[in-house]
């Protein structure tokens, strides 16, 4: 028993140190005035950076780029796949089986050797660099999420329910929206946040579709990591991946083995 | 841990609004037209096209572009880099993982908790955060420097930029996936089984090879694909930690592409990589398509 107990705790600090140590180290260069090479800790600690970052037009723009981008993407990825998650779950029509398999299907392709084949076309038609050229092709990464877990959520809602409301003379948009929609909204909303979270920090297409002309939060990332000053790229890290992480933990009921193994899987 | 995104497991089957077929069959096509339409635009069309356009070369039908890839030293470096750390980072992914869901299988309290907590953590942190967050806290002079330098170890040796960088992020980001597979597959060995061949006689290692094992063959083989064509198409870790030689895939088609402005050569490098990917996926298709149906 004793030997376990010191096993787990062994296997529980190492794992604390491999798991934590890197985002620890980011928050630590945020707050860090001062941090010099042998020091363990920062020397000076202060929110310098934070101001000097902010006021900067070159940062404050890919972060409203990021954010405006991820929002169009993500709301209408929502508005075209929730419907269809809803037309997956509970109506039958030919071909149901293999459209939603083929929304699985999709995600086996790397997304980086699509994202070149899609921008050689771009290139083409002159849309690389243009602002909508990115949300269409971001959308791309919402689908998976929005598709899967709330059709995934409509069939778990006990049609007993619907049907009773049916009997006693509801009309079938009344059904949905006082009956099915709320015991959905959860997921919709779970699936809103993964999605959300995913384009916002996808450099991918960013890098291959917008560069050079839109610059998005995680390109502004890449190129602050590679300056000297350490302090920009942590500060931004924990200003934009803290509130992201809240509400991650928030839909983690949604990310489960399965939901992962097809969502985040390739 | 409830199982919430579980489509094709038809909690309600043939549950049905009470229309007649016809107009319900129309309404689900318009339904999802939009989405299966975007899918189609934007993956399906572009990868027929991009096939397609490798093999034509000057308006004829022609492989030279597949010969030139095959035969440049260069690129099968690349190609074999990509395929050796999707092969080794899934292996020692798979590895600890497997470690860790034995531990949470055999054990109970606090520490376990913390230790099932501590593993899913990666889910949280997209690949950008964590790639950059690794270069500070392997890096030169970076935080586990100055740790082990604290217990009087001075010979640390980043990894940082060698090939042990990307290896070791596509280790962190790849331990919850295997931990939740493996853990919902371990759940399922009973204690009984457990118990009887201990009862036998049998010591700890024969207990993992001869039962938990060949349990756990098909949920180890549906990890180690998505991990593998997860890795072999990754950019942001390799090309944040990674050497600048050899290049992972991603990393090659994107510096053929920006910045050798260089189209057809890169078309190649990703339908050469969606062609490995391809039978990766079609392997994990069918392994889930068998279970599902073994489930039935």
Same mark, same amino acid.
């Given at each position: 028993?004793?030997?376990?107990?010191?096993?787990?705790?062994?296997?529980?600090?190492?794992?604390?140190?491999?798991?934590?140590?890197?985002?620890?180290?980011?928050?630590?260069?945020?707050?860090?005035?001062?941090?010099?090479?042998?020091?363990?800790?920062?020397?000076?600690?202060?929110?310098?950076?934070?101001?000097?970052?902010l006021?900067?037009?070159?940062?404050?723009?890919?972060?409203?780029?990021?954010?405006?981008?991820?929002?169009?993407?993500?709301?209408?990825?929502?508005?075209?796949?929730w419907p269809?998650?809803?037309?997956?779950?509970?109506?039958?029509?030919?071909?149901?089986?293999l459209?939603?398999?083929?929304f699985?299907?999709?995600?086996?392709?790397?997304?980086?050797?699509?994202?070149?084949?899609?921008?050689?076309i771009?290139?083409?038609?002159?849309?690389?660099?243009?602002?909508?050229?990115?949300?269409?092709?971001?959308?791309?990464?919402?689908?998976?999420?929005?598709?899967?877990?709330?059709?995934?959520?409509?069939?778990?809602?006990?049609?007993?329910?619907?049907e009773?409301?049916?009997?006693?003379?509801?009309?079938?948009?009344?059904?949905?929206?006082?009956?099915?929609?709320?015991?959905?909204?959860?997921?919709?909303?779970?699936?809103?946040?993964?999605?959300?979270?995913?384009?916002?920090?996808?450099?991918?297409?960013?890098?291959?579709?917008?560069?050079p002309?839109?610059?998005?939060?995680?390109?502004?990332?890449?190129?602050?990591?590679?300056?000297?000053?350490?302090?920009?790229?942590?500060?931004?890290?924990?200003?934009?991946?803290?509130?992201?992480?809240?509400?991650?933990?928030?839909?983690?009921?949604?990310?489960?083995?399965?939901?992962?193994?097809?969502?985040?899987?390739? | 841990?409830?199982?919430?995104?579980?489509? =094709?497991? @038809?909690? !309600?089957?043939?549950y049905?609004? %009470?229309?007649?077929?016809?107009?319900?069959?129309?309404? $689900? /096509?318009? *339904?999802?037209?939009?989405?299966?339409?975007?899918?189609?635009?934007?993956?399906?069309?572009?990868?027929?096209?991009?096939?397609?356009?490798?093999?034509?070369?000057?308006?004829?039908?022609?492989?030279?572009?597949?010969?030139?890839?095959?035969?440049?030293?260069?690129?099968?470096?690349?190609?074999?880099?990509?395929?050796?750390?999707?092969?080794?980072?899934?292996?020692?992914?798979?590895?600890? =993982?497997? @470690?860790? !869901?034995?531990?949470?299988?055999? %054990?109970?309290g606090?520490?376990?908790?913390?230790?099932? $907590? /501590?593993? *899913?953590?990666?889910?949280?942190?997209?690949?950008?955060?964590?790639?950059?967050?690794?270069?500070?806290f392997?890096?030169?002079?970076?935080?586990?420097?100055l740790?082990?330098?604290?217990?009087?170890f001075?010979?640390?040796?980043?990894?940082?930029?060698?090939?042990v960088?990307?290896?070791?992020?596509?280790?962190?980001?790849?331990?919850?996936?295997?931990?939740?597979?493996?853990?919902?597959?371990?759940?399922q060995?009973?204690d009984?089984?457990?118990?009887?061949?201990?009862?036998?006689?049998?010591?700890?290692?024969?207990?993992?090879?001869?039962?938990?094992?060949?349990?756990?063959?098909?949920?180890?083989?549906?990890?180690?694909?998505?991990?593998?064509?997860?890795?072999?198409?990754?950019?942001?870790?390799?090309?944040?930690?990674?050497?600048?030689?050899?290049?992972?895939?991603?990393?090659?088609?994107?510096?053929?592409?920006?910045?050798l402005?260089?189209?057809?050569?890169?078309?190649?490098?990703?339908?050469?990589?969606?062609?490995?990917?391809?039978?990766?996926?079609?392997?994990?298709?069918?392994t889930?398509?068998?279970?599902?149906?073994?489930?039935?």
């Amino acid at each position: 028993m004793k030997r376990t107990y010191f096993g787990g705790l062994i296997l529980l600090v190492s794992m604390g140190l491999a798991m934590l140590g890197p985002i620890i180290t980011v928050i630590l260069w945020a707050f860090a005035v001062k941090w010099r090479y042998p020091h363990l800790l920062p020397t000076e600690w202060g929110m310098k950076y934070w101001f000097a970052m902010l006021g900067r037009e070159t940062v404050i723009t890919p972060i409203l780029t990021s954010l405006a981008l991820t929002s169009i993407a993500t709301t209408t990825a929502a508005l075209i796949c929730w419907p269809a998650a809803y037309a997956f779950a509970r109506l039958k029509f030919p071909g149901r089986q293999l459209l939603l398999f083929s929304f699985i299907a999709a995600q086996a392709v790397p997304k980086f050797a699509l994202f070149v084949s899609i921008a050689v076309i771009f290139l083409k038609l002159g849309l690389v660099g243009n602002f909508w050229g990115v949300v269409v092709v971001q959308m791309l990464s919402a689908v998976l999420f929005m598709i899967w877990i709330p059709t995934a959520a409509f069939r778990g809602i006990p049609p007993a329910l619907e049907e009773a409301a049916f009997d006693l003379g509801a009309s079938r948009l009344r059904v949905f929206l006082f009956i099915t929609l709320p015991q959905a909204m959860p997921a919709l909303a779970a699936s809103y946040v993964l999605a959300f979270v995913s384009i916002l920090f996808e450099v991918d297409s960013a890098l291959l579709i917008g560069a050079p002309t839109v610059t998005t939060m995680p390109l502004l990332l890449m190129s602050l990591s590679a300056q000297v000053i350490v302090q920009e790229a942590a500060v931004l890290c924990v200003l934009i991946w803290v509130p992201c992480f809240v509400l991650l933990l928030l839909s983690r009921r949604f990310m489960t083995a399965r939901g992962i193994a097809q969502g985040f899987g390739a | 841990m409830p199982d919430v995104a579980k489509p =094709s497991g @038809g909690v !309600a089957p043939g549950y049905t609004l %009470s229309t007649g077929l016809g107009s319900q069959a129309l309404a $689900g /096509l318009a *339904l999802v037209a939009l989405p299966v339409g975007l899918l189609v635009t934007l993956t399906l069309l572009p990868t027929v096209r991009m096939v397609a356009a490798t093999f034509l070369v000057e308006g004829h039908l022609s492989a030279e572009r597949y010969f030139a890839f095959f035969n440049d030293a260069y690129t099968m470096a690349n190609l074999r880099y990509t395929l050796e750390m999707g092969l080794v980072s899934a292996i020692a992914a798979l590895s600890v =993982s497997f @470690g860790i !869901a034995l531990y949470l299988r055999f %054990s109970a309290g606090r520490i376990a908790t913390m230790i099932h $907590g /501590l593993s *899913l953590f990666p889910l949280f942190v997209p690949s950008i955060i964590i790639s950059y967050a690794l270069v500070r806290f392997l890096g030169p002079n970076g935080l586990f420097q100055l740790l082990l330098e604290q217990v009087g170890f001075t010979q640390y040796r980043t990894p940082y930029l060698t090939p042990v960088g990307p290896f070791l992020a596509f280790l962190w980001e790849n331990i919850p996936l295997p931990v939740l597979v493996l853990s919902a597959g371990l759940s399922q060995v009973s204690d009984h089984a457990v118990e009887a061949a201990r009862d036998l006689g049998a010591k700890a290692p024969r207990i993992l090879w001869e039962i938990l094992l060949p349990q756990m063959r098909r949920s180890l083989l549906i990890a180690f694909a998505l991990i593998f064509m997860g890795i072999i198409g990754a950019f942001t870790v390799p090309y944040m930690l990674g050497p600048p030689a050899p290049e992972m895939m991603s990393v090659f088609m994107q510096r053929t592409l920006g910045n050798l402005h260089d189209p057809a050569s890169a078309q190649v490098q990703a339908v050469v990589l969606m062609v490995i990917s391809s039978i990766v996926g079609g392997f994990y298709i069918a392994t889930m398509a068998k279970s599902s149906a073994g489930a039935r």
